[in-house]
């Protein structure tokens, strides 16, 4: 930091009021970067934000970027020069076009490359259709979800189909990969696996041997030499990651990336570099359930919004194909209070069971509480009801439930969540061979919600015979077979429609 210049301002205050003449000198400090001219101290260090990697000079309470509080940590600076020495520079992507040439569209050759596929149909989807060579694609998700077990099947399936797949592991030895080996089935092929954390090793060794398909597990381990910060902290993350992207990119490798989310702790959130990836996966779910889901949250190559279904069996993870039909298993046929819905995740419909349970209240203030569905919407649809339809709920404490843990927040699920909590607060139940789906407004009006014949199908093919959906939704759609439609207009007509 330098004085460049400053500004010296003279001002006269109005005579009679103030005798004195106040100066007032303005300094502008004018802040050099880091390729100033040599007159700036480089500062041992400089602070990062964990969630987005904010870089800051001096730390603040609240990250500026992301908002967060209490997210800036101190890391090394970088040394001087050390991005020029970045490894992967000398690498040139194929398709990249002369240096400085602008190209047409027309110019640019995009002969679509054959993506591979997983073996897992749920990951295939989620991916848009398989692997793309020469992409990049990061996995996240908390600690002992599945993570590596997912990408070790994974990888076992692709050499099962010649594919040359190069295994680089910093958390677990050699021999504790044997073992998960061990449990998921025989591995044959040309699977190969390195414990190794120093990238410009692995980077010699993926250049020498030109793998198709590489696992990096995890991110949090790997580190350069020539950063000075520890593995796992925001520059080391973001650094390797920048290396493994020019390798993907540069030999058309298709690259995964483990990734540690941790709500807070030292290790840095793989959030930092969500931007430099192609794809970023979530692998969400109870540790404690055991099934888990598999989130497209960033895709270049496909859609967002896609879930694939997983489950955590001794033998490893083996996927639902049907999962309206594993969330619906085992549910109660004749308690009140349950309500099958039928939302959208991504394109596929799923069928779950909407819970919610009406007690009268012992306390002053009635409590409410929602699992796995908006807090906010479920305490929006009881005052709707109460005004609108005239129930007293302000005496009941209401609990919501979504069975199987899912969180959702698709507005299709209100009517399901009225319909509901009626039927908790009259305790009747709910005929267990009907649907419902359809969005609540404030005036207690059903109004339409996209994709309702996917829903309708999705539903008779799980043997439903009734269902509750949006009149105008009812008008677009042609009857259908073996299940009975039934448009309403407003809450009202919902309610007499179920009993
Ligand atoms: P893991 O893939 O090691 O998680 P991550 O890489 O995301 O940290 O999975 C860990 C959990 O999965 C562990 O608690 C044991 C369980 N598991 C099974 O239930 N069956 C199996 O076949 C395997 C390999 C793991
Ligand atoms: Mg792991």
Redesign the pocket.
Known sequence: MRTDSFEVRVFRYMPGRAKSIEIKACLKIVLRGRKGNGMAKAKATVFFCKECGYESSKWMGQCPGCRQWNTMVEEPAAKPGASQKMPGRSLRWPNRGKEGTPLLLSEISADEQERMETGFGELDRVLGGGIVPGSLVLVG?D????????LLQVCRNLAARGKQILYISGEESLKQIKL?AN??GEVEGELRFLCETNLEQIQEVIEERKPEVVVV?SIQTMFREDISSAPGSVSQVRESTSVLMQLAKGLGIAVFI?G?VTKEGVVAGPRVLEHMVDTVLY?EGERTAAYRLLRGVKNRFGSTNEIGVFE?????LSEVKNPSEFLLSGRPKDASGAVVACLMEGTRPILLEIQALITESNFGMARRTAAGADYNRVNLLMAVLEKRCRYDLGRFDAYVNVAGGLRMSEPAMDLGLVIAIISSYKDRPVDPAMVIFGEVGLAGEVRAVSMSEQRVYEAKKLGFTTCILPKLCLGKLKPVEGIRLIGVSNVKEAISAVW
């Open positions: 998700g600690p002992g979800i599945g993570k590596s077990t997912l998960r449990r998921i597990d483990v540690h692998f955590m069996l001794e033998e490893g």
